[in-house]
């Protein structure tokens, strides 16, 4: 007895997507297969390099504030008070051209009653800025420790502190930059060794900031660091690389 062709379809139907969905099914294992043998092949690692650096250049700024009545005599103070600076960087034997007086500013100490200005002037204030620029930075750092003498005369000098600079790193970072690929890829060689694999060619490389810190430091930007504080310094720089790897 023959079944009605209405009951076939179904059948045929089912038989169908079975072998469909077991197509897909192998389809989607060889899919993830191949993706996990992908990413098995790479291995990234961070490699750094650091190396001791000496201030070479350095940049002192000095600001010279006064008070007085009116502008006319805050103006003089400020004026006596730089000369009383210059003479004192140059009897320390600091040339003359590594000086440099900017203008003098001035502004009215305003009166307030409440938070409201009344109109009236209590005082006048005066500033004049000036910027030391030297290669002596031994020099630079005795002349700072040494402020207070000038200080003790009267001259109201507020000192910003020297910023010890680098001239070299342009120089620094190609070696640093090498360094730290020979680190990455010892790495890389020690983690695949242990499970058998092989270091192969490099994928693709990013390198870090130049991180300039005092010696022994561990601070550190991702936009980079720079410390003006101190003379000696480290420079560090890292990279971040991507190896073939193989069995």
């Known amino acids: 007895m023959k079944l009605p062709l209405t009951t076939s379809r179904p059948l045929g139907l089912i038989v169908g997507s079975i072998f469909i969905a077991a197509g897909l099914g192998y389809g989607g294992s060889l899919i993830g297969s191949g993706l996990a043998a992908k990413a098995g092949n790479a291995i990234t690692v961070t490699g750094s390099a650091k190396t001791s650096a000496t201030a070479d250049n350095v940049v002192w700024n000095l600001t010279v504030s006064e008070s007085g009545q009116s502008a006319a005599s805050a103006v003089k ?20 051209s590594g000086i440099e007086v900017g203008g003098i500013s001035s502004y009215p100490n305003n009166e307030y009653v409440n938070g409201n200005a009344t109109g009236r002037v209590l005082s006048y204030n005066a500033s004049q800025t000036t910027i030391v620029r030297s290669k002596d930075v031994e020099l630079i750092k005795k002349l700072t420790n040494g402020i207070g003498t000038l200080l003790q005369t009267g001259v109201n000098v507020q000192n910003n502190g020297p910023q010890y600079l680098v001239s070299t790193l342009s120089s620094l970072r190609p070696q640093l930059l090498a360094d730290a690929m020979k680190d990455a890829k010892a790495r890389a060689q020690s983690i695949t060794s242990a499970v058998g694999g092989k270091v192969g060619s490099v994928i693709s490389v990013t390198s870090g900031p130049v991180q300039v810190t005092t010696q022994d430091s561990t601070d550190a930007s991702g936009g980079g660091y720079y410390d003006t504080s101190t003379i000696p310094k480290t420079v560090s720089v890292t990279v971040s690389v991507s190896f073939k790897v193989s069995k």
């Open 77 to 96: 103070k400020v004026e006596s008070g730089s000369a009383a600076l210059a003479k004192y960087l140059v009897d320390g034997t600091l040339p003359s």
